[in-house]
């Protein structure tokens, strides 16, 4: 965070120097846009409350120097008593807002000129740009007609329920009937049975009719981005198909003995209490069928998770924290620099060794690019709670664990490019996600992962400060942790 | 037992523990006697069943309408449900205390402790418990723990939100979310309080079945219900206090200090202290240790009910009863080295890894047997298809599709890109949640007339059977499609990914459906407590069953069995045996000629019908055939 | 199988006997796998390094010989029951009270040392385990007392005799399994420093 931060202050710098200061409104505005993307989306956003609350009016609502207080420690304000402070806190239901020491005033005041014109623009282009990064225009398009649809939607479940209570009660008055008059009227077992046919004809049309029109959804879909995610989805295929048959079966005889052996009048059951080959027969093929599983899935695990594949493989740290990921290049001596969890501050996010020579030249981004057909692996460090660094693409998942270094190594293969001509999808992107619940913002925390070719890979490598140009003011850190 | 009515009278002097005078409060409240107390844990689960589904439902419509305000929801949760929007804190905590009640209030207290409590002593012919005085223990310890839990909805910062297994660090530091303060600590006071009623349950509950049988109640002639239940207890014996070191530790951790579960966290996060030196996965090691016997203490209860309204209403001997056993056993067994199949992706060594998927796809043999078993059951039987037997139809249909989605999940290499997606949640839903909830209804349905003497209104038990049936397939079939597209479980909301936002309709679709099934269960209710008050009043043996319970008298007494105790002269599956009257002889009727109930029936009947009956040996011959087809297939 | 026969009232008072000593021995289970599980995490942690290793104190062993001590006291309290030798019995019982009690003291005293030894409970995990595990047995160890205290005041009501062994045989079992459990627990620390 501490090196995009510096980015935008250097970017800043340059753009003061040569635009002068023709349109500084605009151009305040821009690099507030580029902070808050940057360090407030994961929980803010300016016309829903997302984990904090909505920023709309914000500029309004509080004067500027209060809010350069909250910004860079809300938690101070809140101990020192101010009262619009707890009143803030308390509304919040007491989630701490992650402490800012590290902006300057004139970052903080970009940010308030960047929330102050995205409130004064339309409604609806405001959420299309704040929510531009990741949220599609479709997606706005059909959460519109939610409403429409779901009131529709609530009135056939109403007309359905009302239904399903006037088919009891008129049952119930022919089970009445049917004391009554000592005999039965209803055939509730030949219903049933019945009943059991057709749902076994329709959950089975059901199904099929999902497989056809879901499967394209997924990922098992499209091509794996990665080496081993193409012997993970011939290992899918094969369970899938085998498990597939057993399921057709099994379900098949379930509903149709269900049916087929309803009780009436004349039916009597047979006594078969016993087979000692039959059953001897169906303990065999199972475990015949798991064996082949077994096997299967073993040489997959034991191929994907072989660690000799680590050694010429690139390394890239992967840190995660609530509610974001950081990723650390090691440089040109493909060495990571030492790290301790006793260094982390706000400045220092990462906790690297700012002294020790070998960390010097690593480079420190919020995005994750490959090289593709680069083989790299993935060392895995979290700050606070245990996060999941989840690759779907990539067939790729590892828990991220305070304290317990963890690691995954694997060969991206399809570019993003590449990948985007396969999907037909222009926007398409790789993403990191979080898959272990860390809190409120969990569902928010990612980074974008891109696959390059050598050359945009180089390019993108060479923008990224290294560690080294940006000094780590340790007195800052103590600041901060003593203001905590 | 057909001059029962006279015995009536004198009851008291049977009472083995002098309750001659009762009060309201020892009948109703601090009740000894187990089948009052099996009532007792039924209402208290029920009531948390349907706190658990509420919550359920208000988590599902903010997955399906997340930008949409729900005004009801400020009312009914204050400062969560601002302007209508659910809290994402609180949506932590909702699907935190859905699984928390779920798993150990509704399907291990309300399933297990239900029905072990009903059944046990009656099944076996005994008076009452070993020690009826635990029993009530056992009871008011897990009302206290529900008690703390639901306190723990209204404390600041909310309940626990660490999900239901809470995991350290999330859980073991109090500033790490809102939820892991006060609503933490109460939480693990509530397991707490649990195990010690799950422990006092079951020593109570394995000591009757093991000492306290009638003459004649060999182990071999005991119903499947009893196995299932006298295992589902020693294997609880055997791994909650397990999960209670966890738990104790956790503790520690969060109050005083240590660092079990916890490395490398700075002071700032950690209360002051400086952490070093633990493991966070060494609590998933415990916790899974128990986590995962639970499955199987959750589900062994279910199947034993299923085993027993399948063979009942089919009017048909349960195919294979050593079998059965045998499964149980198996499953028992293994489930205490497979825990490790929740953990594939938390950086284990690849070879333990191994070693587990090995342990947990063997758990589907046994499992497969059960399955086809009960399929052999129905097979030409006589399907009475009341309510309970089609419950348990609806729970041997979950768990074969809940049963092998497993297969993937205990696949190590397949586990890599399912863990922790909608796969996961699709899976347990089906396999251990529908499943144990339709054995539930199952038992409940077949059992009323047992509990309450009062039949239950069928109509009402058809609808809330297919509209709970459809809706839970509806509910969590299409969620498979989710997981293989990624989608993590425990998400607030997915809008802010491209890729999931084409699950829009369908997590409306799954919403509508789980509100469906939620209506149905209003059915349950109603039918429930209506056929409590006015329903039928029911004969002594409604089903025409073999077991026990049956015998004893419609008027709860205290001893169940006014004047002696019967004796056992034969298995509990004996229906539809050729050359009987009836379609069905109960376990307390002898053969002719069999005096001594430790002798085996009459062997000739059964003999016959099992080598020389055309009918039988023909199907054989057919179902032989395939199946030869298939095993020759699969070995070529 | 102890298959029990209630045929009536008469002889179901004497048939409840065994299930309470089978209750006893199967909360005894419960027990022994709390104790194995924490052990077992002891193991698993010490086995992933980082691990303090420092010396029990010395008045662990002496706590050690004085739980073995109080065993005997009591299988000596269960001989007497048994010959209806009531003063020894009392005495008996006495003895295996107090030496609870003082097994009691001498780990708080053991605890003491630690901390002069600069041992903590806040602190490596390998010192956490050694305060809780202990900790947990001296909490078993005071429900142990507590029964001893009870079935001594049956005694002395003349409540236990060779006719009545129940409470007097639950309570001898309960107490070897405390001193057992610590036995084992004291060479489990010693061997797995």
Redesign the interface.
Known sequence: MKIFIRLIQSTFIIAALLLSSINSQAQTADEGAQLFNANCTSCHAIN????GPALKGAHKKYDEAWLLKWVKNSQALVKSGDAQAVKVYN?N????MTSFTNFTDVQVKSLIAYIKAESEKPATATTASV?GS???S??DA??SN??L??KI?WLI?II??LL?MI??LV??IL?KVGDIQGKPVID??GI??F??LG?LVL?MG??TW?FIV??P????AQTPASEHGVI?DS??NI??L??GI??II??G???W??FK???NAK?????????H???L??????????TV??VR??K???S????AQAENAQKIEVYGY?FAWNARYAGTDNILGPHD??K?GVVNALGVDPNNETAKDDIVTNELHFKVGQPVVLKFRAK???H?A?L??F?????V???????FTFTPTVTTAQMRVLLG?P???Y?L????????????M?MKVVVDTQDEYNKWLGTQPKLASISTPSVSDTKT?AV? | MSNQHSHNDDHGHHDAHGHHEETFISKYVFSMDHKMIAKQFLITGIIMGTLGMAMSLIFRLQLAFPDMKFPFLETILGHWGKDGKLDPNFYLALITIHGTIMVFYVLTAGLSGTFSNLLIPLQVGARDMASPFLNMLSYWFFFMSSCVLCVSLFVEGGPASAGWTVYPPLSALPKAIPGSGTGMTLWLVAIILFIASALLGGVNYITTVLNMRTKGMKMTRLPLTIWAFLITAVLGLLSFPVLLGAGLLLIFDRSFGTSFYLADIPADLAGGIERVGGSPILYQHLFWFLGHPEVYIILLPALGITSEVIATQSRKPIFGYRAMIGSILAIAVLSFIVWGHHMFITGMNPFLGSVFVLGTLIIAVPSAVKTFNYIATLWKGNLHLTPALLFAIGLVSFFISGGLTGLFLGNAALDINLHDTYFVVAHFHLVMGSAAIFGMMSGIYHWFPKMFGKMMNNTLGYAHFWLTFISAYCVFFPMHFMGLAGVPRRYYANTAYDQFNVFVDMNIFITIAAIVGGIAQLFFIYNFFNSIIRGKKTVQNPWKSNTLEWTAPVEKIHGNWPGEIPHVYRWAYDYSKPGADDDFIPQNIPDEGQTDPLDEPNATVFEHSHSHSPEASQKEVVMFSGLKKLFGFAKS | MIATVNQNINTENEAVITPKKFVLWLLIVASVMLFAGLTSAYIVRRGEGNWLSFDLPSMFAYTTGIIALSSVTMQWALISAKKDELKNLKIALTLTLALGVLFGIGQWIGWQQLIANNIHLVGNPSESFVYIISGIHLVHMLGGIVFVLVVLVKTLQFNVHKKNLLSISLCTTFWHFLGAMWIYLYFFFLLNR
């Open positions: 829903e409350k997302v984990v509304d239901n007491q989630s701490v929510a990741t949220t599609s479709t997606m059909t959460s939610e409403g649809e779901s939607n479940i359905s329920v399903i088919i009891v049952f119930d089970a509730w077992y049933n049975g009943l059991l749902f959950g059901a199904a999902e879901h499967t959804l997924t990922v098992n993970y290992m899918f369970t899938l085998l498990t057993v399921f099994t379900e005889l379930l509903f003995y269900g052996y309803r009780s039916r009597k059951a047979l006594y078969y209490p016993d087979n080959k039959l059953e027969i169906w303990t065999i093929i199972p475990a015949i069928v798991l599983l077994v899935g073993l997959t695990w034991s994907i998770t072989d660690r609530q969890f006793r982390i606070d709670v245990i999941s989840y779907p693409h067939r790729v998942q590892m828990n664990v305070p304290g317990l270094p963890t690691q999808k926007n398409f992107d993403i996600l979080c898959n272990k619940i860390c809190g409120s913002a969990h569902y928010r990612k942790l905590k």
